[in-house]
């Protein structure tokens, strides 16, 4: 069964810290700046949502398919990670204040974002609905949720899009409205669910199909409901020296496979791209 500690939203921790070593033997084939060879790269992250970032059962090591593919680049590159936690709010400022070199926590590539920092596109995202196994409510299409009830976590924009999608796909076929059911705590959508009081759960694509992968879950996402098509980025300080190098380690990574296995290992093979870029998604990525 899905455990109940998976949350289908952003939360912070306290201060922590983690480190990744370099391979031995590693070389600087790819561009990294003199200044970093054989040495540290600082990241910042907020931990505590599967699967981007979660304390390992030593409570300190910090794990996750971000961190997976963060520590692959690192032994690359031949440099050590120094892994901060910290609260979600303060790990961009923390890039421009010079407190880490990378912020990475499931941060989406946007202009403005991409007009403060630079920033390196390594998986594709969207928003999904989650249904119980065997999808009871016979849920194919976003016109089949009319007048279905839809948990969203309270706090983020998935009330919103709810509320959107109701008024394009239900409002204009006379259809009754999507309604919204929030949930307060991580396993206020499983037990929403369980006792029928809502039929569909709207969270990000990334975190859906990990829900759905994990031991005996017992939800599934359904197929043709995507919406908010987006990537997440690894944000730099602007013009930052270490870019080129990261973005020529990850391509390499999603060249030879590995980068392939780090998203089969987390059930992510659907956010994956192609291309690590530093452009501007495509419009329908």
Known sequence: ???????????????SEGASKPEAGAENTYGLPADYV???????????LAPYEVFGKDGKTIEGYEPDILNE?????????????????TIMPGVNAGRYDIAVNGIFYNEERAAEFDLLNYFGDSATFLVKKGNPSNIASFADLCGKNIAVHSGTKYADDVAALSKEHCDSADLPAMKVVKYGDSAGYVLLMNQGRADATATARLVADYATHIGDSE?????????????YALVFK?????????Q?????MIDDGTYG???????????????ASTEAPAADQ
């Not at 069964?1 to 201060?15: K, N, Q, T």
């Not at 409901?225 to 990537?231: A, I």
């Not at 602007?238 to 990261?246: G, R, Y």
Request: negative net charge; contains cysteine; hydrophobic residues 40%.
């Open 1 to 15: 069964m899905l455990a109940l500690g998976l949350s289908l939203s952003a939360c912070g921790s306290s201060d």
């Open 38 to 48: 054989g040495g540290e790269v600082k990241v910042g992250t907020s931990v505590g």
């Open 73 to 89: 680049v690192a032994k690359r590159l031949g440099v050590k990670l120094d892994w901060t936690a910290a609260k979600f709010e």
């Open 219 to 231: 939800l599934e996402t359904v197929p043709g409901v995507d919406f908010d098509k987006s990537t």
């Open 238 to 246: 602007k013009d930052s020296e270490l870019v080129p190098a990261f």
């Open 248 to 252: 020529k380690a990850l391509q390499s």
């Open 261 to 275: 296995e780090i998203a089969k290992k987390w059930g992510l093979e659907q956010s994956m791209v192609e291309t």
